[in-house]
């Protein structure tokens, strides 16, 4: 999980911009206005990205703007996403796991109030080196 920038082409429409990414398969979007289009193509990147990140599948480079032919009325700009910020603003729902230690450590634990999510939630962090 990192962080990408990616050219992005706005179409005008007659309801207002096309969003497209002329480098990730199957990114589209679209906007009332053109910030409004802009913040739709932030968060399709982002999703389709974490998509790439789950599946395991290779990220495709970023092309350079001066690679790609406008059409008439069309505009390029580019987009930032950051998917591990979006995965902890959009997939932050609490899912519950079994775990197993030995007796003796969680009788430990529990005489010291340690709370058992948070301290596995610390751990995994420092483990996957994620900031906290």
Known sequence: MAKYVYPVI?????????????DIESCYSEGDDLAEALEMAKD??????????????PI???????????EPGQLMSLVSADTMEYRKLWDNA???????????????????DINFSATL?????EELQIAQ
């Open 10 to 22: 706005l179409t005008p429409d007659n309801d207002g911009y096309l969003v497209n990414f002329p």
């Open 60 to 70: 495709p480079n970023a092309s350079l703007q001066e690679e790609h032919q406008l």
């Open 94 to 112: 609490a899912i519950k796991k079994t775990l197993t230690i030995p007796r003796w450590l969680n009788t430990w634990a529990e005489r010291e």
């Open 121 to 125: 939630q610390r751990a995994l962090k």
């Open 44 to 57: 399709v990147l982002a999703l389709r990205l974490c998509d790439y990140e789950n599946e395991k599948k």
